[in-house]
Nanobody, 113 residues
Framework: QVQLVESGGGLVQPGGSLRLSCAVS????????MSWYRQAPGKQREFVALITSGYYSNYEDSVKGRFTISRDNAKNTVYLQMNSLKPEDTAVYYC???????WGQGTQVTVSS
């Protein structure tokens, strides 16, 4: 059973930065890709970023150049470094291995002055 625990969210001013973490257990972490998704109030959950087992990454257009996904296989953890945050980045952020239909509890990110 896949377990996903997101952390690192919070309240930040526009232009600020946050680093989200997702601790993963129950799978052979290094062999799977990992994604970040987000869900804003009243909106559908949307894709944010992906990193493959081979460290290839891709991003949703609105976060390109501002967000960076990374992984530490020794710690079974995937990260999302978010810079130049905007109010429209406000959402609950979730990590998910694409190969599994499992979600964590998410972590709230609020960008506001």
């Amino acid at each position: 059973q896949v377990q996903l625990v997101e952390s690192g969210g919070g309240l930040v001013q526009p232009g600020g930065s946050l680093r989200l973490s997702c601790a993963v257990s129950g799978i052979s972490f290094s062999t799977y890709g990992m994604s970040w998704y987000r869900q804003a109030p009243g909106k559908q959950r949307e894709f944010v970023a992906l990193i493959t087992s081979g460290y290839y990454s891709n991003y949703e257009d609105s976060v390109k150049g501002r967000f960076t996904i990374s992984r530490d296989n020794a710690k079974n953890t995937v990260y999302l470094q978010m810079n130049s945050l905007k109010p429209e980045d406000t959402a609950v952020y979730y990590c998910k291995p694409p190969a599994f239909d499992s979600w964590g509890q998410g972590t709230q990110v609020t960008v506001s002055s």
